[in-house]
């Protein structure tokens, strides 16, 4: 294990000595920002070290991040000689070109020549569909990076008719919906009639302008909408606990802060992560959802 | 051991294989051990003279170090050199040896007659000047650029990497002029026939039959030749004179270990685009020629390695030696382990243990690594017994092509090496050779030769490594500088004193501090000033403050101890006015860059390196740079009175500054239009007064001129009219892109939904004026935008991926995206320029109204 020193004298060492070869060393340093926390002992001596002559190197950082070299302190900004490179996400015409590109069979494979022919041909009846381009707006809207587009073209032609081997819009069309899940609605309309109670009770907490509720709380109110409805669903406490634990790990709730981490969750003040419009919804896709939450529910709605 | 063959024990060192005999497991021998040399530390003394190699290699580094105040003796060229070596010690060596031939007591007759003992190798002549290079068929077409070899086969002898040869010590090759192959014995004068004896003391020969009394076969333990033994009675002994008109021919050996010859270690071979062939070496030292000189511990044979390098890149006046030429054949250096497993290596075997730091005068046992390689290597022989099949072993022919000769080598190398574990690359401090394989990209030899244009040379002269012929604008700091220091240590009292200069990043602070060091350094070389060390250090390099003793101790002393400890001597140093070591205290200069990184909790370390200075007989100049103005104010009360006194300002350059500094660079190069120049230097004067923004600036613009010039060229290659100066507009756009926020392009290349969230972001901030929202009531804006405006919501999962995006590149700050609807959301830039970048949006013409 060798120290930071030995390792500067010997990262600077053999910059000399390939300087001396002849040849050059390229440093990227991918996640940029990251190494510009804490005293930049490493940028700096490396920046440092690019400015001798017999050191052949070029450092190139990578950052996602727009005032990665903001990050910099002062000493170590002046060494940086400040070329930056955006890249920014494909336009219009640039995907347009990209996907067929990326889709279309080269005629040079080792494919049958009238497949590639004939999946060529289909492929830019797809490209021309309004259809499609409708399917290509709606996911890039969200995300037009290359990355998002790469997956979902993989989506699409994974989910390709074997058969036929030809792609078609309705790939793209599943691959679209495939891509855009919403995993909170999800998870409502998976719920058991319990938690969507305790989330109905929450709910109506929080319209209350209850800003700290926890689990005793809620349960009081769960209470008192069994009392005052006369609900057939009534569960006991530990039943309950259950539930709220599992509406814990789905995120669906969470905790306030996680400061008092040894209390036990009963005690804990815990906050609903889901809004109203998307639980609203969620009670209406989940099939066993009791009629009364829905018209608890509406009510809140109608209140807001 | 016990059987050893006659022949092997003849040219053994018989002192150290008789130590196993005793124990079966190997133990080092102990005579080094007894004294450790390691520990053994004789620093550098200005009245010692140094001896020749090390003084010339000091002269090469007293750059860096002024340990030679002196001027180093003058004999550097090997030329030079006369016939007879002229330096004391070696004059004295040579009467040594011509006294014991003085004394020579006409004692025996000759017996010659058993056969001469074959020694094994094929060279025959000594010395290869003036040969043809034979090398391998590969010779017929030269490649054009330096080829680096593993093995070269040199005049009919085969030299590794890593091998141990003879270099000669002058040009003009030898003193004698035959190299005897086989020692003369040392009664008869003759060599060969018969079976030989070595004294383990002198190193002479002896015929058995030559002794008296005759000895019938060689002895298993140490043996002594009888004068030796006689002199250590202390009686006056007579050596046996030579016939007349026959002069002793020395071995090489002989030779070497009286300092006419020189050995060394091969580290790389290369052959130059002339073809001809260079190495690059480790100088072995024999003990004489360390600053401790010889040490009764030393064994007779034993060698030092230096951690000098020769290298023929470096200017050296010695790197004509490392010509291929004066390398005159192997011998073999042995580490203690080897050495005592050594058996018919003949004459030519030696003995090294220690490195020797040439600066430092200091010695070091040498590293396991080294022993491993060596191991390997020493496998070969043994595996072979004599030479001659350890060379046939090794297919002669094969090297046409160098890199199958390298996998050749590792092929080699890796069913040997079981036991020898996995080593850091950085366990030898950057020291690697053979870097000419590594995976780095090679620059192309069209690139590297190829004649520059102005644009090109002013892009090489702006890089901010070149370092400039003059240094202008910085001469009343750089005088302040100079008297400062003059002042400090000119004084008979050497009164200790602080200088704290600051300044934003690029004005020269450090740059004028080095240039006053060379400065004075060329004053002290011509002797009008006393001579000081000088200690430099970087605040950012160190891996923690309290490491600074660490290094400031290293630098004045050569010795790598605890920081604790380092602290404990550096306050005898500078409070006792202790000794380090055994030279007189001068006056030290320690310059510390990036003062402020060494400011600790307590203080305590800042506190220690300004209090020495305040103590009578310190002899320690502090100085300290930083960026901040008011370093001594934020420090605590007592160490800003030590520091806070004497102060130099460097301001930020000013616009005219920048220009002559520009325009000092460029001098002899027509590239730039002064206006251009000018344009740089006042923007960059406007916003930091950084000098390396501005040569950066400068550069990047001749960049963009190049690029636009050979655009223009290319397409119609008759004479193109455009300007191939840098002008105004080259600049500009350097600037441009230099200081341009990329924010604006960013916000504008964003996807649909991105700029609905960000055009939400700036609605909910106007209405609300509160900079900061959740993503609740963001969600609720924008469902709220789309559902008006006829857009489909794209769901709040969706929403919030979108805003996480935003999120990563920074033009949003918020929080992780598990708080969902409790996220909080924060712009990164002002509204205004959000809102610029999205009101003339094709795509969503609607924005506009919200914003």
Known sequence: MASFDDNTQFVIGMLRECGLAHKTIIIVLDEFHRFAQGKQRLLYSLLDAMQSVTSQAVVIGISCRLDADQLLEKRVRSRLSHRKLLFCPPSKEELDRLLECLLSLPVSSSLPQSYIVEFNKELRKILADKKFKDTIDTLLSSDSTVDQILRFLFLSVSSMDLKTGILSVENFMTAVVRMNRQPKLECTKDCSILELYILVCMKRLEMREQVSYNFNSIMKEYKAIHDSFQTPDYYARNVCIRAFEHLLQCELISFMDNRRNNQSIEFRPVKLLISPYELHQGLKLNQSCPTILQKLMDQIGKRS | MAETPIKARKRLDLKTPSKPLSSPSFLPPQTPNTQTPSRHFIPPSIESTPTRR????????????????????????????????????????????????????????????????????????????????????????????????????????????????????????????????????????????????????????????????????????????????????????????????????????????????????????????????????????????????????????????????????????????????????????????????????????????????????????LAEINDEEEDKDSDDDDDSASDEDWKSTKDPVSESEEDTDFEDEIEKKKPRGPSSQELAANSRKGRIFGLQKIGTKSIPKHVRCHKQTELERAKQTLLLATLPKSLPCRDREMEEISTFIKGAICDDQCLGRCLY???????????????????????????????????????????????????????????????????????????????????????????????????????????????????????????????????????????????????????????????????????????????????????????????????????????????????????????????????????????????????????????????????????ELYKTGMAETTFEKLAFAVSCFCTSNGEQFPGCDTLLRVGCKLGECRIIICEPGSRHRLQKLQLNFPSDDVAFALKDCQELPWLAKYL
């Open chain 2, 501 to 763: 200069i600051h300044g934003v990043p690029g004005t020269g602070k450090t740059m004028s501090v080095l240039a006053v060091m060379r400065s004075l350094k060329s004053e002290l070389d011509s002797g009008s000033i006393k001579p000081y060390s000088f200690v430099e250090i970087n605040g950012l390099k160190l891996a923690t403050a309290e490491n600074i003793y660490r290094v400031i101790y290293e630098a004045l002393s050569g010795h790598r101890v605890s920081w604790k400890k380092a602290l404990h001597f550096l306050n005898e140093r500078f409070s006792e006015g202790k000794q380090v070591g055994k030279g007189v205290n001068k006056p030290c200069i320690l310059l510390i860059d990036e003062l402020d990184l060494l400011v600790t909790r307590n203080q305590s370390v800042l506190y220690n390196i300004l209090d020495w200075p305040t103590r009578p007989n310190s002899k320690l100049i502090v100085i300290g740079i930083a960026n901040t103005m008011d370093l001594p104010e934020k420090l605590l009360p007592r160490i800003s009175s030590r520091m806070g006194i004497h102060r130099l300002c460097f301001g930020p350059y000013t616009y005219q500054q920048l220009q002559e500094i520009i325009m000092s660079r460029l001098k002899g190069i027509d590239a730039f239009d002064k206006q251009a120049v000018e344009f740089a230097s006042r923007k960059v004067a406007a916003i930091s007064g950084d000098a390396r923004r501005a040569l950066e600036i400068c550069r990047r613009a001749a960049e963009i001129a190049d690029y636009r010039v050979k655009n223009q060229s290319s397409p119609a290659d008759t004479t193109s009219v455009g300007k191939t100066n840098v002008g105004m507009t080259d600049v500009e756009a350097a600037i441009q892109e230099m200081f341009q926020a990329p924010h604006i392009q960013v916000i504008r290349n964003s996807s649909k939904m991105g700029k609905i969230f960000l055009a939400g972001m700036v609605h």
């Open chain 2, 54 to 365: 090390s003084s010339r290699r000091l002269s090469l580094h007293s750059d860096d170090l002024n340990l030679t105040p002196e001027k180093p003796i003058k004999q550097t060229t090997p030329k030079t050199l006369a016939k007879s070596p002229k330096t004391p010690k070696s004059t004295r060596k040579s009467k040594l040896s011509s006294t014991q031939t003085e004394k020579v007591s006409t004692q025996e007759p000759i017996h010659p007659k058993s056969p001469a003992l074959s020694e094994k190798r094929k060279r025959k002549s000594g010395d290869g000047l003036g040969n043809a290079v034979k090398t391998r068929a590969r010779a017929q077409n030269v490649p054009k650029k330096r080829v680096y070899y593993k093995k070269v086969v040199f005049d009919g002898c085969e030299f590794v990497v890593g091998d141990d040869v003879y270099v000669k010590r002058r040009e003009n090759a030898s003193s004698d002029d035959e190299d005897p192959e086989v020692e003369e014995c040392r009664v008869c004068f003759r060599g060969g026939r018969g079976l030989m004896i070595e004294c383990d003391d002198c190193l002479g020969g002896f015929h058995l039959k030559c002794l008296k009394p005759p000895l019938k076969e060689v002895p298993e333990d140490d043996w002594t030749c009888g004068f030796c033994e006689a002199k250590k009675l202390g009686k006056e002994v007579q050596l046996p004179m030579p016939p007349k008109g026959k002069k002793r021919a020395r071995t090489l050996r002989e030779k070497l270990l009286s300092s006419d010859l020189w050995a060394a270690r091969i580290e790389s071979i290369w052959k130059e685009v002339d073809r001809t062939y260079w190495f690059r070496a480790h100088w072995y030292m024999i003990p004489e020629e360390t600053a401790a000189g010889r040490q009764p511990h030393n064994l007779r044979r034993e060698l030092y390695r230096t951690n000098d390098f020769a290298d023929a890149e470096a200017n050296d006046p010695l790197s004509l030696l490392l010509q291929m030429e004066s390398v005159i054949r192997h011998c073999y250096v042995m580490s203690p382990k080897e050495f005592a497993k050594a058996r018919n290596e003949g004459d030519d075997v030696f003995f090294c243990e220690y490195e020797y730091d040439i600066r430092w005068h200091s010695f070091k046992r």
